[in-house]
């Protein structure tokens, strides 16, 4: 009996022991010691950084609001979502997202070209109209390739749209 409490009060004595020395090791680092240890154990690249940004986005094709309420459409990325409670915005909650990442979490298929409903309704760049992106009101072919920012607000509308109209489905985005 009195040998196992020796061992057990050893045993404790020494875990006691290390810790106070352990502690006292890493408190004497200097802080370049200190940040060389963070760097190596703590490496964080911009891929793997965590965020929390919104956005919003509009879908218009021949003058059609397309809505994404239905659930299919919400919460199929950790990364970048939407919601069922305001499905325009977008959650983004990982560093480095682009908008082509998001549409690629949706149901359906986006290109520069190209739009392809859930639905598979096509709308493509050619005599029936024009596929455009406008991002914070601007014009832009290259959007998809884009990381998204927060706050940013895009636009993608089909059909053969005036200057006003398309005007009037910018300010429809929210925020």
Not at 3 to 12: E, F, P, Y
Not at 66 to 82: E, G, K, P, Q
Request: with cysteine.
């Amino acid at each position: 009996m009195n040998k196992n409490i020796i061992i057990v009060s050893s045993v404790i004595l020494f875990g006691i022991l290390g810790y106070f020395f352990f502690n006292q090791q890493v408190n004497n680092d200097t802080p370049l010691q200190k940040e060389s240890i963070s760097k190596q154990t703590f490496k964080i690249t911009p891929q793997s950084q965590v965020v929390d940004k919104q956005a919003s986005f509009a879908i218009f094709t021949n003058g059609t609001f397309r809505v994404f309420t239905a659930s299919m459409y919400h919460n199929l990325s950790d990364d970048v979502f939407i919601q069922a409670d305001n499905p325009n915005i977008i959650h983004i909650k990982k560093a480095g997202v682009t908008w082509n990442d998001f549409f690629s979490t949706l149901l359906f298929k986006l290109t520069h070209d190209c739009l392809i409903t859930g639905t598979k309704e096509t709308f493509c760049t050619g005599d029936n109209g024009t596929l455009k992106f406008y991002l914070n009101g601007e014009i832009n072919g290259k959007v998809l390739d884009q990381e998204i920012k927060d706050g940013d607000k895009l636009l993608v509308t089909y059909g053969s749209e005036s200057e006003d109209i398309v005007k009037k489905q910018i300010d429809q985005i929210l925020q």
